[in-house]
């Protein structure tokens, strides 16, 4: 079974096991333009389901045997349960099956100029904005993203060039398997402490990834953040540095933001000074992201001034600082925000917005995380006036019943904050409606289902009274 390859399987059946999540689908999409037969399941159905229906997958919701009939490859992810009955029944019918980490890296070995973009934070901002740019300078790419970006119609586009670009995720070593020209290392931190020992494992775990560059390859990386710029020294490649703090190859100056918090600098690539940009996404860590996807379109060969107007049409990604809506002047925003130093980033762009007070829902995503940050989290939420905490999202895992929501919201407390404890969504959303006024910010964060009470809450204003006749 290892050595089966996707090559051998054009315009055969390939199963996808939780065909809904967002990578998943994205390359169940890529198969289905390449003439591939594609079938899938998942436990509830969505909009991504339905674009795949449309495009002629068949999906079943719920997993069941009998769904796999007639697949010649089965694909699943990380998170599928070794027992899942699909899974299991591809076992007993000796029928190949491929994890979703192998099934992209092969894809990726089939393009010469195959792009992965990594980090601890960014990935996905990164790769929209790069997304945006390759298309902008009629590169006609294949890409992935790991979110939905309204200006390339979604999670996934298909092209017929030899370029391919995609996020390159750190979580089990799963980007160990792909095979990257350009690799792009934008932060390396602490995360996915349920699989890596700690932070030497991580930095150790993204070194391989960097080594994966063929010699004519490139990495390129943050030196802003000290273990990537000890990578770069240490990976034995073709480097090219960004940066804002450091003389990198590429260096961002002359910063300033505007009232919303969107920031114009002045790019300046092997020291030359290119024509400035401005960012219609807000926050000091998007220039970071900015300058990643600046510099790898540089390697591509792409001109200055197309990097720019591609830059000005990005308006963020779904989920990524995602203003859902404004009624009675409070203004209701949702990120995916699920490790410290994601939370401070998104709340430092608060500083820039009018505002009364900031109202934050937090939903902690896995036990794991939240017990092994817990200190970072208690210290995250500062300019927070008042925390809502709900409930850990358990994602993959299981509750080990040693950590839960009320720990983090009584450790904030001690430490001078408010911090409140609510389960239901309903019920944060009737607190909510009873106590924001005009002028406040509601923000909920996590990268679980947390933000369907910011929905909720704006739902909730749209009953309309009937006129008096």
Request: net charge negative; hydrophobic share 40%; aromatic share 8%.
């Amino acid at each position: 079974m290892e050595n089966i390859h996707i090559k051998n399987f054009i315009g055969k059946h390939v199963h996808f096991i939780g065909i809904g999540g967002i990578s998943m689908s994205g390359i169940a999409e890529i198969l289905l333009n390449k003439g591939y037969k594609v079938s899938g399941s998942d436990i509830r159905n969505s909009a991504i389901i339905e674009r795949l229906r449309k495009k002629g997958a068949n999906i079943y919701i719920g997993h069941r045997p009998s769904n796999i009939n007639g697949a010649n490859l089965v694909v699943y992810t990380a998170a599928i349960n070794k027992e899942n009955p699909e899974l299991l029944e591809a076992h007993k019918n000796s029928i190949p099956t491929m994890d979703r980490a192998t099934l992209l890296g092969q894809l990726m070995e089939t393009y010469p100029f195959a792009i992965g973009v990594s980090g601890t934070h960014g990935k996905t901002t990164t790769t929209s904005m790069l997304s945006i740019i390759m298309e902008h300078a009629d590169l006609d790419p294949t890409i992935l993203v790991g979110g939905e970006v309204d200006e390339i119609g979604g999670n996934v586009r298909t092209g017929t060039s030899d370029y391919f670009l995609t996020e390159a995720c750190e979580y089990v070593e799963s980007f160990l398997k792909f095979h990257p020209y350009i690799a792009l290392i934008l932060n390396i931190d602490e995360d996915h402490l349920d699989y890596f020992k700690n932070l030497d494992h991580i930095y150790s775990a993204f070194l391989k990834y960097a080594r994966l560059v063929p010699p004519d390859g490139y990495v390129i990386g943050c030196i802003d953040d000290p273990l990537v710029e000890k990578l770069m020294k240490e990976a034995g490649r073709q480097t090219v540095s960004f940066g804002i703090e450091k003389n990198a190859d590429l260096i961002a100056h002359s910063i300033s933001f505007d009232d919303k918090g969107c920031p114009t600098f002045i790019p300046s690539y092997m020291g030359k000074e290119e024509e400035p940009i401005h960012l219609n996404v807000p926050g000091k860590h998007n220039i970071y992201n900015a300058l990643g996807a600046y510099a790898t379109a540089k390697i591509l060969g792409v001109d200055g001034k197309i990097i720019k107007e591609a830059l000005s049409l990005y308006h963020g990604t779904h989920r990524r600082f995602e203003i859902k809506g404004t009624v009675d002047n409070i203004t209701v925003i949702d990120d995916y925000a699920h490790h410290p130093n994601e939370i401070r980033a998104t709340l430092n762009i608060l500083n820039n917005f009018s505002h009364n007070r900031i109202w934050c829902i937090f939903q902690p995503h896995t036990y794991t995380r939240t017990k092994k940050l817990f200190n970072r989290f208690i210290d995250a939420f500062h300019g927070v006036d008042k925390l809502i905490v709900t409930d850990i999202y358990a994602a993959r895992e299981k509750n080990p019943g040693d950590i839960h929501a009320k720990d983090i919201v009584s450790a904030i407390n001690e430490n001078g904050q408010d911090a409140l404890y609510i389960s239901d969504f309903k019920d944060i959303v009737s607190y909510l409606a009873e106590n924001v006024k005009s002028g406040d910010i509601i923000i909920t964060m996590g990268a679980g289902n947390v933000y369907e009470v910011g929905e909720s809450f704006l739902k909730s204003f749209q009953k309309v009274t009937p006129k008096a006749l």
